[in-house]
């Protein structure tokens, strides 16, 4: 079983709808969580942190459940402009400190 | 503005040529770096954690021969893929974890990455 998890999609939505992905980590150590945004052939870049109180950025909100295991990531007001993949990264605590990413969550935002 | 610098960010090289990539951290020290590779339409790929003044360390499949890695500094860190082929054409990208002033947590930053064309 991977250790962090995400449905693929692709998440096919109109403008202006709200979509939420969310993604589940195996690794109850982890400890800190991030959404990153990746466009076609380019880096991913940070879209937000996330946490157990929640995480509010304009049209975004980033939700950490710890007990059970998964985060989540809400997008209202969708734009063409959106559309890309979200991956979800579970950093760990310790140990071999090596971010684990999940695969990504394709999200294609139509006129 | 770029937190890491990743240069170059195509190459075009025959078969049998090797091709250095660099990653560089701009305004802080890493000394952890680590390397991915992504296939179209593909998750990233882990391929090794290049740690500074010490050995990379490498996924499981990963020929150690073939990805050379150097973490000489503590800003740099290169790849080097040795006698490349086609089926090393691929999506080279680096990163480097910075730790947040404010939250004390480490965030990952990555390169712009490198497109690598073997012909």
């Known amino acids: 079983r991977k250790e962090v998890e995400q449905d693929p999609g692709p998440f096919n939505v109109p403008e202006g709808a709200t979509v939420a992905f969310n993604c589940t980590y195996s690794?109850?150590?982890?400890?800190?969580f991030f959404w990153y945004r990746q466009d076609c052939r380019k880096e991913p870049k940070l879209l937000m942190s996330?946490?157990?109180s929640g995480n509010e950025d304009g049209r975004f909100t980033a939700q950490l459940n710890r007990a059970s295991q998964y985060i989540s990531l809400l997008i209202r007001d969708s734009k063409l402009s959106d559309s890309a993949t979200y991956l979800c990264?579970?950093?760990?605590?310790?140990?071999?400190?090596?971010?684990?990413f999940g695969r990504g969550t394709s999200l294609i935002v139509h006129p | 503005g770029a937190v890491v610098s990743q240069h170059p960010s195509w190459v075009i090289c025959k078969s049998g040529t090797s091709v250095k990539i660099e990653c560089r951290s701009l305004?802080?020290?890493?000394?952890?770096m680590f390397w991915y590779r992504q296939f179209p339409k593909q998750s990233l790929m882990l391929m090794a954690t290049?740690?500074?003044?010490?050995?990379?360390?490498?996924e499981q499949g990963v020929e150690k021969d073939k990805f050379l890695i150097n973490h000489a500094s503590l800003t740099l860190s290169t790849l080097t893929v040795t006698s490349a082929h086609p089926e090393d054409s691929s999506f080279y990208i680096c990163?480097?974890?910075?730790?947040?002033?404010?939250?004390?947590?480490?965030?990952?930053?990555f390169g712009s990455g490198t497109q690598l064309s073997v012909l």
């Open positions: 990163s480097a974890p910075r730790r947040d002033r404010l939250r004390l947590n480490e965030k990952l930053f």
């Open positions: 690794n109850s150590a982890s400890q800190s």
């Open positions: 990264v579970a950093f760990p605590s310790g140990g071999s400190y090596i971010p684990t």
């Open positions: 996330v946490y157990s």
């Open positions: 305004d802080f020290q890493a000394t952890t």
């Open positions: 290049s740690n500074e003044g010490s050995k990379a360390t490498y």
